[in-house]
């Protein structure tokens, strides 16, 4: 998959995350399984939203940076951040504070790593 194709799709599924987090921060917890919704957890939903929204504004502005030191750096970001999601996410289905729909993210997390594995890997080898 071409580097802007994969940067593009972050940045569209980001915005959708973002945009649910922001605007209906009730309702993405609950369909992830909160049990108890209050002021405090919605606020802290939308304070995540801005980290999300972050990763729309990266991926989308760099989704056409050519091979370089900043597009690795942004790629190495977005793979620090995604296997620590994935962590996380792992250990809240197992734990139980997660339902199924946790298996999404988990989906999505293993499917960018993948990607961006993939174009550092194959970056480094036309450095070769």
């Known amino acids: 998959m071409k580097f802007s194709v994969l940067m ?4 569209v599924v980001a915005i959708l995350f973002g945009i649910g987090s922001m605007f209906a921060p009730a309702i993405m917890l ?4 909160a049990k108890t919704i ?3 957890l919605i606020q802290m939903t939308r304070f ?3 980290a999300i929204f972050c990763y729309a504004a990266m991926t989308w502005f760099a989704r056409n940076a ?3 030191e900043a597009r690795r750096a942004i790629v190495l970001a977005l793979i620090v951040s995604y ?7 792992v250990m809240g289905y197992f734990s ?10 988990i989906g999505l997390y293993v499917f960018f790593l993948l990607g961006y594995g993939y174009s550092l890997f194959a970056s480094a080898e036309t450095k070769s």
């Open 8 to 11: 593009t799709i972050n940045a």
């Open 30 to 33: 609950e369909v992830y399984g």
């Open 38 to 40: 209050n002021a405090e």
């Open 48 to 50: 995540f939203s801005s």
């Open 66 to 68: 050519e091979e370089s």
């Open 83 to 89: 296997v620590i999601g994935l962590i996380v996410t």
């Open 96 to 105: 139980g504070v997660l339902n199924m729909f946790a298996w999404l993210n």
